[in-house]
């Protein structure tokens, strides 16, 4: 099995992103774009990978570490061309290997399918493969020049002929190396041009001089977009999203308005899901057979049992857990907080940092009040309790099994299991007041016009 090294290079500064953060970690579906293309690459079966930064790119490595803890970074201290940018991994890449791809973190859309076939040039003899695409205008694209099936050139527009600008298969960008020739061809790569740079694109010619053929393998344009604008970070993310829901239709998921539903990357389904409309998934977020999340809802970082619903106009935050059958409604709000199976939570409350037991109901307008300006604090609800509407619950307390909280109730000390309890102000009716009070307010008004 031929082994495989990956060279990442995620050096750019992305100034047209005008964003202080590196462009690589701009996200696409819920993650970096440099998280997507390691997971292509892993995935396409690579031995190793090595990751090329820019200078102070700490953030990069620690993304580059947390999705592929076994890759290596290198550094590249001086902007000298994407040749240099490669031999920056120089390490990686005496270390021999059958095949060398050369990627870029900014094309978040690259699949393992076509690293795969980029490789496959490798396999017939090529000393170097190139991926190549057809945008509908391919102007500011380097040419692709081939005859007979193997490439020829790669010609930059502004050194190109007429003819060459009419070719319409253009460069990606993603290149493929003999591992056993790599270091000798990026080795003869020369900065006589007018920026001074080394060119990895130079790759073909020289590989030619030496006898050794160069392969073209073309793919769908939308595989090898990169992104280097605001605009083309919001082209990428159309299409991730359709890749998205193409793919949970499919494993039997119901979309009702596919096109308004957005999910991250790592959203799972079981079967027998129904999403309605305007639905947004950030990361993780798990949600089992038979679930239902309801319109214009936010789901991030939560788990969402078999047979529960959720919304419409709900929010789960990360460390929802809501066990089978669970039922939360509109404008309520979830953060760290497990519901067992059957709890209903169904209007207008917030619970957080809490523990509700099975088959309670939490009424309209509760909130469990977890944050007392310096900690949080946790509330914890048994089963088959209730609590009125309009409570709250100042954690820490704990309301036992089959408790009962009357509405309106500020419970601050632990109730027990079966207890009622009512924490709220005597009502006094003063008869005549409200009129007398009236008379008062009134006195010396203008009357309205």
């Given at each position: 099995m031929r082994?495989?090294l990956?060279?990442?290079l995620?050096?750019?500064?992305?100034?047209?992103?005008?964003?202080?953060?590196?462009?690589?970690?701009?996200?696409?579906a819920?993650r970096?774009?440099v998280?997507?293309?390691?997971?292509?690459?892993?995935?396409?079966?690579?031995?190793?990978?090595?990751?090329?930064?820019?200078p102070?790119?700490?953030a990069?490595?620690?993304?580059?570490r947390?999705v592929?803890?076994?890759?290596?970074?290198?550094v590249?201290?001086e902007?000298?061309?994407?040749a240099?940018?490669?031999?920056?991994?120089?390490a990686?890449?005496?270390?021999?290997?059958?095949?060398?791809?050369?990627?870029?973190?900014?094309?978040?859309?690259?699949?393992?399918?076509?690293?795969a076939?980029?490789?496959?040039?490798?396999?017939?003899?090529?000393a170097?493969?190139?991926?190549g695409?057809?945008?509908?205008d391919?102007?500011?694209?380097?040419?692709l020049?081939?005859?007979g099936g193997?490439?020829v050139?790669i010609?930059e527009e502004?050194?190109?002929?007429?003819?060459?600008r009419a070719?319409?298969?253009?460069?990606?960008?993603?290149?493929?190396?003999?591992?056993?020739?790599?270091?000798?061809?990026l080795?003869?790569?020369?900065?006589?041009?007018?920026?001074?740079?080394?060119?990895?694109?130079?790759?073909?010619?020289?590989?030619?001089?030496?006898g050794?053929r160069?392969?073209?393998?073309?793919v769908?344009?939308?595989?090898?977009?990169?992104?280097?604008?605001r605009?083309?970070l919001?082209?990428?993310?159309?299409i991730?999203?359709?890749?998205?829901?193409?793919?949970?239709?499919?494993?039997?998921?119901?979309?009702?308005?596919?096109?308004?539903?957005?999910?991250?990357?790592?959203?799972?389904?079981g079967r027998?899901?129904?999403v309605?409309?305007?639905?947004c998934?950030?990361?993780g977020?798990?949600?089992?057979?038979?679930?239902?999340?309801?319109?214009?809802s936010?789901?991030?970082?939560?788990?969402?049992?078999p047979?529960?619903?959720?919304?419409?106009?709900a929010?789960?935050?990360?460390g929802?857990?809501?066990g089978?059958?669970?039922?939360?409604?509109?404008?309520v709000?979830?953060?760290?907080?497990d519901?067992?199976p059957?709890?209903?939570?169904?209007?207008?409350?917030?619970?957080?940092?809490?523990?509700?037991g099975?088959n309670?109901?939490?009424?309209?307008?509760?909130i469990?009040c977890?944050?007392?300006g310096?900690?949080?604090?946790?509330?914890v609800?048994?089963a088959?309790?209730?609590?009125?509407t309009?409570?709250?619950?100042?954690?820490?307390?704990?309301?036992?099994?089959?408790?009962?909280?009357?509405?309106g109730?500020?419970?601050?000390?632990?109730?027990?299991?079966?207890?009622?309890a009512?924490?709220?102000?005597?009502?006094?009716?003063?008869?005549?007041?409200?009129?007398?009070l009236?008379?008062?307010?009134?006195a010396?008004l203008a009357?309205?016009?």
């Open positions: 082994q495989l990956v060279i990442v995620a050096a750019g500064e992305g100034t047209r992103m005008r964003s202080a953060r590196p462009k690589v970690l701009h996200a696409v819920g970096p774009m998280a997507h293309v390691l997971d292509a690459a892993l995935e396409a079966g690579a031995a190793h990978v090595a990751v090329v930064i820019g102070d790119h700490d990069v490595a620690a993304e580059v947390r592929a803890p076994q890759a290596e970074v290198f590249q201290a902007r000298r061309g994407t240099h940018a490669v031999l920056a991994a120089r990686a890449l005496e270390r021999g290997f059958d095949d060398v791809v050369v990627m870029y973190g900014d094309t978040p859309l690259v699949q393992p399918e076509t690293i076939a980029l490789r496959a040039p490798l396999t017939e003899g090529a170097v493969a190139v991926l695409f057809r945008p509908p391919p102007t500011g694209y380097g040419r020049v081939t005859e193997e490439l050139a010609r502004k050194e190109a002929s007429a003819e060459e070719i319409g298969l253009c460069n990606a960008g993603l290149m493929a190396l003999d591992g056993r020739a790599a270091l000798d061809l080795g003869r790569v020369d900065d006589a041009n007018a920026k001074q740079e080394f060119y990895l694109t130079d790759v073909v010619a020289i590989a030619r001089a030496l050794g160069a392969g073209v393998c073309e769908a344009a939308e595989d090898v977009a990169g992104v280097n604008s605009a083309q919001a082209e990428a993310e159309a991730f999203q359709r890749r998205l829901r193409a793919r949970v239709l499919e494993a039997g998921v119901t979309l009702v308005a596919p096109e308004t539903v957005f999910l991250s990357a790592d959203t799972s389904f027998d899901v129904i309605e409309p305007n639905v998934f950030g990361p977020v798990r949600v089992e057979d038979g679930a239902t999340i309801r319109a214009f936010h789901v991030e970082g939560a788990h969402v049992g047979g529960a619903i959720v919304g419409p106009f929010r789960l935050r990360p929802a857990e809501l089978q059958g669970v039922h939360v409604g509109n404008f709000e979830i953060k760290a907080s519901l067992a059957g709890a209903k939570v169904n209007h207008l409350s917030y619970v957080g940092d809490s523990s509700v099975a309670t109901n939490i009424g309209a307008g509760t469990t977890n944050y007392d310096f900690r949080k604090h946790r509330t609800i048994g088959n309790a209730f609590v009125g309009n409570s709250l619950l100042v954690a820490p307390v704990s309301v036992g099994d089959g408790a009962y909280i009357g509405t109730s500020v419970i601050t000390d632990d109730v027990p299991a079966d207890a009622l009512i924490g709220r102000a005597r009502q006094v009716n003063k008869p005549g007041l409200a009129a007398r009236r008379a008062r307010l009134s010396g009357p309205k016009k």
